[in-house]
């Protein structure tokens, strides 16, 4: 669908409060484009109706405020939608059963609109979060990539660890919900490990470990469709995540062979933005952490928040022009 199609419309998926979403509506805003925000995942349980059909136009979607015509949508920004669920007061077999129908049937028809430029589509999203995946995408986009293992032997991880000169680190393969005695939410950061640390309960499910990188500084380049925002990170911390209070931050140039790399690496998913986490060393080298295809970044100074916002603004009003 073409970006100057008359009426057409950019759907914004993400959930009820969403400051990051709110930069980039501001914009649309001012621009006039049509925009429908919606929260499927919680709204269709609160009066949300969605009805598609196949064979002819393909059916609507009616909010609180407005009803979409699904067959005018020229992009959608899947920013941060609350979980598919069940209705409220349902429970068993019946609210897992209606879990995965809304999972299916409505994300279904949301990640199948026709004509649609997706920033990112859903499915690219989550193809793109394994982190084995990552490192193989990374080395065949000419990325650096520091010796890594995935393993759930014991003996191998402790082997492995003693082998780096500069030590190692752990790194969970996904940031799992998990909570103290108390409640309360655990964060899984990077943390050195050193191999007497390795206990037999590896062997209860796959352990990342990485060679630790005598790092200078971390970047986080943001990459929306040729545009790459690129911003140091200088931290105490061997995870520039956990005190985030401590940081400073500067815009840099990106190196040409990493803008190669970016570019191959984003084509190898068919992502539209990447959030790039590296750490570069004291020669210069930009080495590959990860990508989060979903990644934050309202978080940056102004000059640069601002500039990815207009970024995945154009890209939304664009739609397949993009």
Same mark, same amino acid.
């Given at each position: 669908m073409s970006g100057?199609?008359?009426?057409?419309?950019?759907l914004v998926l993400t959930c009820a409060y969403d400051p990051t979403a709110d930069v980039v509506l501001r914009i649309l805003g001012e621009r006039q484009v049509p925009v429908v925000r919606a929260d499927p995942g919680a709204d269709l349980h609160q009066g949300a109706v969605l009805t598609a059909r196949y064979?002819?136009?393909?059916?609507?979607?009616?909010?609180?405020? &407005?009803?979409?015509d699904l067959d005018r949508v020229r992009a959608v920004w899947y920013r941060r939608p609350s979980g598919w669920a069940a209705p409220a007061g349902m429970g068993g077999q019946d609210a897992e059963f209606a879990r995965a129908q809304a999972q299916w049937g409505a994300g279904g028809v949301l990640g199948t609109l026709p004509g649609? !430029? $997706?920033?990112? !589509?859903p499915w690219r999203i989550r193809a793109a979060e394994h982190k084995p995946a990552q490192l193989d995408a990374a080395l065949a986009a000419g990325f650096a990539v520091p010796d890594t293992i995935v393993t759930t032997d014991p003996e191998q991880a402790r082997a492995f660890c003693a082998e780096q000169p500069g030590g190692a680190v752990y790194k969970p393969l996904w940031n799992s919900p998990y909570a103290d005695g108390d409640g309360r939410? %655990?964060?899984?950061? %990077?943390?050195? %490990?050193?191999?007497?640390?390795?206990?037999?309960? /590896?062997?209860?499910?796959? !352990?990342?470990? *990485?060679?630790r990188l005598a790092k200078d500084h971390d970047v986080r380049l943001t990459a929306v469709g040729r545009?790459?925002?690129? %911003? &140091? #990170?200088?931290?105490?911390?061997?995870?520039? &995540?956990?005190?985030?209070?401590?940081?400073? $931050?500067?815009? #840099?140039? /990106?190196?040409?062979?990493?803008?190669r790399s970016v570019a191959r690496y984003l084509e190898h998913f068919h992502l539209v933005y990447g959030a790039f986490d590296?750490? /570069?060393?004291?020669?210069?080298?930009?080495? =590959?952490?990860?990508?989060?295809?979903?990644? *934050?970044?309202? =978080?940056?100074?102004?000059?640069?928040?601002?500039a990815i916002a207009t970024a995945i603004a154009d890209q939304l009003q664009k739609g397949h022009t993009a």
């Amino acid at each position: 669908m073409s970006g100057d199609r008359q009426g057409a419309v950019v759907l914004v998926l993400t959930c009820a409060y969403d400051p990051t979403a709110d930069v980039v509506l501001r914009i649309l805003g001012e621009r006039q484009v049509p925009v429908v925000r919606a929260d499927p995942g919680a709204d269709l349980h609160q009066g949300a109706v969605l009805t598609a059909r196949y064979g002819g136009r393909r059916g609507t979607l009616t909010t609180a405020s &407005r009803t979409l015509d699904l067959d005018r949508v020229r992009a959608v920004w899947y920013r941060r939608p609350s979980g598919w669920a069940a209705p409220a007061g349902m429970g068993g077999q019946d609210a897992e059963f209606a879990r995965a129908q809304a999972q299916w049937g409505a994300g279904g028809v949301l990640g199948t609109l026709p004509g649609a !430029h $997706y920033v990112n !589509h859903p499915w690219r999203i989550r193809a793109a979060e394994h982190k084995p995946a990552q490192l193989d995408a990374a080395l065949a986009a000419g990325f650096a990539v520091p010796d890594t293992i995935v393993t759930t032997d014991p003996e191998q991880a402790r082997a492995f660890c003693a082998e780096q000169p500069g030590g190692a680190v752990y790194k969970p393969l996904w940031n799992s919900p998990y909570a103290d005695g108390d409640g309360r939410p %655990v964060q899984a950061w %990077v943390a050195e %490990v050193a191999p007497e640390e390795i206990t037999d309960a /590896v062997a209860a499910c796959p !352990h990342l470990f *990485q060679a630790r990188l005598a790092k200078d500084h971390d970047v986080r380049l943001t990459a929306v469709g040729r545009e790459l925002f690129a %911003v &140091r #990170i200088d931290s105490p911390d061997l995870d520039w &995540r956990r005190r985030q209070g401590l940081l400073t $931050y500067t815009p #840099i140039d /990106v190196p040409a062979p990493v803008r190669r790399s970016v570019a191959r690496y984003l084509e190898h998913f068919h992502l539209v933005y990447g959030a790039f986490d590296s750490a /570069v060393t004291a020669d210069g080298r930009w080495w =590959f952490l990860e990508c989060n295809s979903n990644g *934050q970044w309202a =978080f940056f100074p102004p000059p640069t928040t601002d500039a990815i916002a207009t970024a995945i603004a154009d890209q939304l009003q664009k739609g397949h022009t993009a």
